[in-house]
């Protein structure tokens, strides 16, 4: 990984679960989407929420969630096209179980919804349990995020890590987050101004493909010198190993090795 670094010219980088770490803005927003579920059904919520964090679960960060049907879907890794699907326990379903041309039906809009970081996890177990309309769970928790109660949990090595590099080469920031809430996580993480390009509203991973190509079309670089990093295999990994981009996919699932063209790291201090 330290020779792909050296090579490369520009690396690309997420925000939320890549420039800082920890799960507990995830578990709060949990909580506050527990308060949308009916009583009865908030114990059960709870507990299939850890067990996907657990990995002990059907549905897993990479997969797709139809609200609507309530199945899960699984992905090839590459191409991201719809393989096989689930029930919400587990059950693998054969093709006379399904409706007719049912996979290719499935897409990245509602009632389909890809899981593709830590943030939809809550959300999706909310929705099997029954909730809907629960976006401002979603606004209170960047408000907490926003407070002093909140702790951010820092990268060791990140930011010293960054400064080192970015003379030598392209440090771009490609998030779905809006200006502002990027503007005050940059600033709490000691970032501001680290990056030459910050693209936020990214509306990932329908325009990831055409970001990437903007990116090396402005730099002059090929897709080999160029490095999406990031938590979300959908909306940052797999569009750049398809433009044949290198990728350092963070996640606990270490064994996952799709690619040459991709590394595997638990945290990103790793990296740095």
Avoid at 32 to 53: C, H, M, V
Avoid at 62 to 84: A, M, N, V, W
Avoid at 133 to 159: R, S, W
Avoid at 197 to 209: H, N, V
Wanted: glycine share 6%; hydrophobic share 35%.
């Amino acid at each position: 990984m330290h020779n792909l670094l050296m090579k490369s010219k520009v690396l690309v980088f997420d925000l939320d679960g890549t420039l800082y770490d920890g799960t507990e803005h995830y578990d709060y927003y949990a909580e506050l989407l527990a308060n949308e579920i009916s009583p009865d059904k908030r114990e059960s919520f709870l507990r299939d929420y850890k067990k996907i964090k657990d990995y002990d679960h059907a549905l897993t960060i990479g997969k797709i969630y139809d609200s609507e049907k309530d199945l899960i879907i699984s992905l090839d890794p590459i191409t991201l096209k719809p393989i096989q699907v689930f029930t919400w326990e587990g059950q693998l379903l054969s093709k006379d179980e399904l409706e007719a041309d049912y996979l290719e039906k499935v897409n990245y809009e509602l009632p389909f919804i890809p899981i593709g970081d830590g943030w939809w996890i809550p959300l999706v177990t909310s929705y099997h349990y029954g909730a809907r309309d629960v976006y401002h769970c979603y606004d209170k928790t960047k408000e907490y995020m926003a407070t002093e109660d909140f702790n951010i949990p820092f990268i060791k090595g990140l930011k010293e890590g960054l400064n080192k590099i970015k003379d030598s080469k392209k440090i771009v920031l490609l998030t779905n987050s809006d200006r502002e809430d990027v503007t005050r996580l940059l600033k709490l993480l000691g970032l501001t101004d680290l990056f030459h390009l910050e693209i936020t509203d990214g509306k990932k991973p329908l325009k990831t493909e055409k970001h990437y190509k903007n990116i090396m079309e402005r730099f002059n670089v090929l897709p080999h010198e160029v490095v999406s990093i990031g938590d979300n295999f959908i909306n940052e990994i797999s569009p750049a190993l398809k433009l044949g981009m290198h990728g350092i996919y963070i996640t606990n699932q270490t064994t996952i090795q799709v690619s040459e063209s991709l590394f595997v790291v638990k945290r990103l201090e790793e990296v740095f």
